[in-house]
């Protein structure tokens, strides 16, 4: 089913690629008061492959419909999580991490609950093509939806028809399938570590949460926790050279307050 959609898209092959430099409203504020807001050190894009949803980047208010593409640079701010009036959704959402393209299927259901369905790899020939034409479309002095199209459209394409291949039905070994301990490894990453305890672990990737520990400590050789404070320490030390404040790192890393986070900090720092 999710590659008959992909396919469905391609087809269609009309993409609204979003840039957090020139488009969407000026965002305020919500009516319910429930978007929060998140950024990193590494490059994200969403892909809506179905569904209506509101999306903040960078301070403007996107509105998302099949088709729209979200490219969302490094430390800019945008839209965390999903909300209670988020449903019936699917979206990929595709991370740029250490020379590294991996993408997530997201399905969401009722009040924003949400399961990936799909975590993969993708060829490093395909992020290097996309990345390549997106830094060139950063140096343009105007950046306009047909500039936008221009640069975008055909690595775009490259990189869903790479997803489809891969998601095409063939003969595999065990050795072959995609270990869980990779998915939880990227998506602790793509979070920064924030709400990813092992009961919304469980949650999302839908294995048991004792088998989802066992089986990470059984592979990397320690426990789901320390890989959490190891995600945390570096995305300190990057936003500690940005001059981020203690007050929004602790933030982003789901701490409770300031405090909280600078005791965590000052116990597990080198």
Not at 14 to 37: A, E, Q, V, W
Not at 83 to 109: I, K, P, Q, R
Not at 136 to 145: A, H, S, V
Not at 211 to 229: P, Q
Request: charged fraction near 20%; charge should be positive.
């Amino acid at each position: 089913m999710e590659r008959e959609k992909i396919i469905e898209k391609l087809n269609a092959g009309n993409f609204n690629f979003s840039l957090h430099c020139s488009d969407g409203k000026i965002y305020s504020t919500r009516t319910d008061g429930k978007m929060p807001l998140h950024k990193h050190s590494f490059r994200e894009m969403l892909f809506v492959v179905a569904g209506k949803s509101q999306f903040i980047l960078n301070g403007r208010l996107h509105e998302l419909s099949d088709g729209s593409v979200v490219l969302i640079d490094s430390w800019i701010p945008h839209s965390y999580g999903y909300t209670e009036s988020d449903h019936n959704l699917v979206h990929l959402w595709f991370h740029f991490c250490d020379n590294e393209l991996n993408v997530h299927w997201c399905n969401v259901g009722f009040h924003g609950q949400y399961t990936f369905a799909i975590t993969m790899p993708l060829p490093s020939h395909v992020q290097t093509l996309f990345v390549s034409r997106w830094n060139e479309l950063k140096k343009q002095r105007e950046i306009t939806p047909e500039l936008k199209t221009f640069y975008l459209q055909s690595p775009f394409r490259c990189l869903l028809e790479e997803l489809v291949l891969l998601m095409t039905p063939k003969e595999k070994t065990v050795s072959d399938l995609p270990d869980i301990v990779h998915s939880v490894r990227l998506y602790i990453e793509s979070q920064n570590a924030r709400d990813c305890s092992l009961e919304h672990l469980e949650k999302i990737f839908g294995y048991n949460r004792f088998y989802l520990s066992h089986r990470f400590r059984e592979v990397m050789g320690f426990s789901v926790g320390t890989y959490i404070n190891q995600v945390r320490l570096a995305f300190t030390g990057n936003a500690i050279a940005k001059g981020f404040k203690q007050k929004e790192i602790a933030y982003e890393l789901g701490f409770s307050s300031s405090a909280a986070f600078w005791k965590w900090y000052q116990k597990n720092k080198k």
